[in-house]
T-cell receptor
Framework: KAGVTQTPRYLIKTRGQQVTLSCSPI?????VSWYQQTPGQGLQFLFE???????NKGNFPGRFSGRQFSNSRSEMNVSTLELGDSALYLC????????????FGPGTRLTVL | TQLLEQSPQFLSIQEGENLTVYCNSS?????LQWYRQEPGEGPVLLVT?????EVKKLKRLTFQFGDARKDSSLHITAAQPGDTGLYLC?????????????FGQGTILTVHP
């Protein structure tokens, strides 16, 4: 079974631009979660989608948004990029049963200049 | 807000030594997951523990979930250079915390040949 895939792997943007990151979950997984990882803050939860609905959201500004499609693929968008948005963005998928074990993709390294 | 305190933050040992990494919280988790992450890659799942008092072994790695499901430990026997990496514990609060894992700060392990 193929793992979680994320595209692109690397991205360089400038302040004020917006960016869209994509995540394809493991086949059969309907829950997709997004995390931001930085050296100072570690891994922080952004949001989770299940069956195209956002069920949970972390403490991030409204510039961070996401969506999920009917095939469970998910995208996250960051508008008006700031220098502090430079991070590794990780997507994880879960089957929910028997446990909510999450399987992570390789991440997208976003650099904001 | 649930927190997971992971210790130690850094561990530098010689090949063949044993080590233990701890994850502690004042909150109860429905499950706890341990991951290992290489630089620039996503976390790779090592194990999920669900039942209080549970002990799981994965070759030279032993994972324990506390009786009260508030803490966990990872013990590595006879560490090898291939064990080098960032180890992360992550707790799932269950209930309505859909798709949200709370991560510890991580332990950077370096095993010298």
């Amino acid at each position: 079974k193929a793992g979680v895939t994320q595209t692109p792997r690397y991205l360089i943007k400038t302040r004020g631009q917006q960016v869209t990151l994509s995540c394809s979950p493991i086949s059969g997984h309907r829950s997709v979660s997004w995390y931001q990882q930085t050296p100072g803050q570690g891994l922080q939860f952004l949001f989770e989608y299940f069956s195209e609905t956002q069920r949970n959201k972390g403490n991030f500004p409204g510039r961070f948004s996401g969506r999920q499609f009917s095939n469970s693929r998910s995208e996250m968008n960051v508008s008006t990029l700031e220098l502090g948005d430079s991070a590794l963005y990780l997507c994880a998928s879960s089957h929910l049963q028997p446990t909510d074990t999450q399987y992570f993709g390789p991440g997208t390294r976003l650099t904001v200049l | 807000t649930q927190l997971l305190e992971q210790s130690p933050q850094f561990l530098s040992i010689q090949e063949g030594e044993n080590l233990t990494v701890y994850c502690n919280s004042s909150s109860v988790f429905s499950s706890l997951q341990w991951y290992r992450q290489e630089p620039g890659e996503g976390p790779v799942l090592l194990v999920t523990v669900v039942t209080g008092g549970e002990v799981k072994k994965l070759k030279r790695l032993t994972f324990q979930f506390g009786d009260a499901r508030k803490d966990s430990s990872l013990h590595i026997t006879a560490a090898q250079p291939g064990d080098t990496g960032l180890y992360l514990c992550a707790g799932d609060a269950g209930g309505t915390s859909y798709g949200k894992l709370t991560f510890g700060q991580g332990t950077i392990l370096t095993v010298h040949p």
